[in-house]
């Protein structure tokens, strides 16, 4: 059994900083594809980042500059820093893992942004 489990999530002040962490146990390859998603209040999930196995990243447009994904092999740990955060990034955090064409979801984060 695959099992992602994040963390890092909490209230910050605009302009501020955050790390989030996903750690994958289980029965996956660790070659696996990671990704960070979100979902705000009445919206749609949207992807944010992925990292491949060997560092490879990419960042959406919205938060590029912003954002960076890393990952831990040996921790079997994907990160999300977040700085210069802004009221629109609100949202419940995801991390997803894709091997063999399976995808595996955490449970979230929460994230706000408020001052």
């Known amino acids: 059994q695959v099992q992602l489990v994040e963390s890092g999530g909490g209230l910050v002040q605009p302009g501020g900083s955050l790390t989030l962490s996903c750690v994958v146990s289980?029965?996956?390859?660790?070659?696996?594809?990671m990704f960070w998603h979100r979902q705000a209040p009445e919206k749609q999930r949207e992807y944010i980042a992925f990292?491949?196995?060997?560092?490879?990243?990419d960042i959406t447009d919205s938060v590029k500059g912003r954002f960076t994904i890393s990952r831990d092999n040996a921790k079997n740990t994907v990160y999300l820093q977040m700085n210069n955060l802004k009221p629109e990034d609100t949202a419940v955090y995801f991390c997803r893992a894709r091997s063999n064409d399976r995808d595996y979801w955490g449970q979230g984060t929460q994230v706000t942004v408020s001052s």
């Open positions: 289980g029965s996956i390859s660790s070659r696996a594809l």
């Open positions: 990292v491949t196995w060997n560092g490879l990243t």
